[in-house]
């Protein structure tokens, strides 16, 4: 039960910020659907009201209930990833999703927050162990079953996720610089290896990297014509309704992994700018929250969740704009998607619940 002296130590601007981000991505959505403007903001309002209840109720938990299931969690999270292989619905080539009763889930989403507390909890028990690389074996082992399993959907964008969230929470866990430098090492070096084992439009989206041109109607189409719609929204955007790439189909998945053009076409540099303001806040705060924590759990729940966070807004506006390679992760918070927004509702009630009980000792 939520006591009123906890409240008090809500992140408020923390709150506020997603409040705004949330309010304009139901505007932009709207944009985004040149058929009927409602259809997916009505379905996205719905997943917002489902978030808020979802939020709540992770609020009201105190943190370290979390780590007395983590195994109960890790269980879980493998169970519905295997079912996803087995008996998930194929959506354009990919075999992400899960029909449970009337909702669509895709248990990848979820899968993201369960990797953050069960790693907190095992990286906490194991603070001042890991001194050697052997050493972060079982913490490899943790990460990579359940990445192995995404990969097999497949979604290189959520396991790239899944090493961000890794390096980011054995990073403050306190592992010396050697080691992560010598991951880093084998990481790079293994790269042209896992290359191959890649399915082919993926090869084709990172091969396009470079230059999109060279593939200009497949791979790197949707790059080309991202960064035709940012740049022509210039200072102060086309209007909201207003965006050419957008309202007549040139621009693909633009209510999704694309959202970020229709605001650099619709809302000009000025609006992009605002929204990245916007993130800037998010992390801040939530990197602000990290070093209040009452404990090392609390710490390193809160980075996983930043890490997230900052890898999504990082490779999803950098692949908008053609700095990123085309993976397919959604913007937080602004993308369409009822299994994403819930993901982070969560993961921001898994903060603000650290943060709010980051006092020993209330009075």
């Known amino acids: 039960m939520l006591y009123r002296r ?5 992140d408020f601007v923390m709150l506020g ?5 949330t309010v304009i991505s139901l505007f932009v959505i709207s944009s985004a659907s040149s058929d009927d403007p409602l259809f997916y903001v009505k379905r996205q309002a719905g997943w917002v009201a489902v978030s808020l209840v979802a939020f709540v109720i992770t609020l009201s938990f105190d943190y370290h209930d979390f780590s007395r299931y983590a195994k109960h969690l890790y269980y879980l999270n493998i169970a519905l990833l ?6 998930g619905d194929v ?13 669509r889930l895709q248990p990848s989403e979820f899968a993201k927050l369960i990797i953050i507390i069960t790693l907190a909890n095992l990286l906490s028990q194991k603070a001042g162990q890991l001194l050697r690389l052997r050493d972060l074996v079982p913490v490899f082992i943790h990460v990579g079953i359940p990445m192995v399993l995404i990969l097999r959907q497949p979604d290189l964008g959520t396991s790239l996720v899944f090493i961000a969230i890794l390096l980011g929470m054995l990073f403050v866990a306190g592992i010396p610089w050697q080691i992560m430098a010598a991951i ?15 399915e082919d439009y993926q090869k084709r989206r990172l091969l396009v990297f470079m230059d999109p041109y060279a593939d200009a109607t ?27 790439q957008n309202r007549l189909g040139f621009l693909p998945e633009q209510h999704t992994d694309f959202i970020f053009s229709v605001i650099g ?11 990245l303001l916007l993130y800037l806040i998010l992390i801040y705060r939530g990197v602000r929250a990290a070093g209040k924590a009452r404990d090392d759990f609390g710490t390193l729940i809160i980075t996983g969740v930043v890490t997230m966070f900052l890898f999504h807004i990082l490779v999803n506006v950098g692949m908008t704009t053609g700095i990123m390679p085309v993976t397919g992760l959604p913007l937080p918070f602004m993308s369409y998607g009822g299994s994403s927004y819930l993901t982070n509702m969560i993961a ?3 903060l603000l619940g650290v943060y709010m009980r980051r006092h020993k000792i209330l009075f």
């Open 82 to 87: 295997v079912a996803t292989l087995l008996i």
């Open 91 to 103: 959506s354009k080539g990919a075999q992400r999703w899960l029909d449970i009763g009337p909702a």
């Open 184 to 198: 880093l090492g084998s990481g790079a070096a293994a790269a042209p290896v896992l290359f191959h084992f890649l």
């Open 6 to 10: 906890l409240l008090k130590n809500l």
């Open 218 to 244: 497949g791979a790197g189409y949707h790059v080309i014509q991202s960064m035709i719609a940012i740049g022509s929204g210039r200072l102060w955007g086309k209007g909201l309704f207003g965006g050419t």
């Open 265 to 275: 076409e619709e809302l000009g540099f000025l609006g992009a700018a605002f929204i």
């Open 348 to 350: 921001l009630g898994l």
């Open 17 to 21: 910020t997603v409040a705004v981000l």
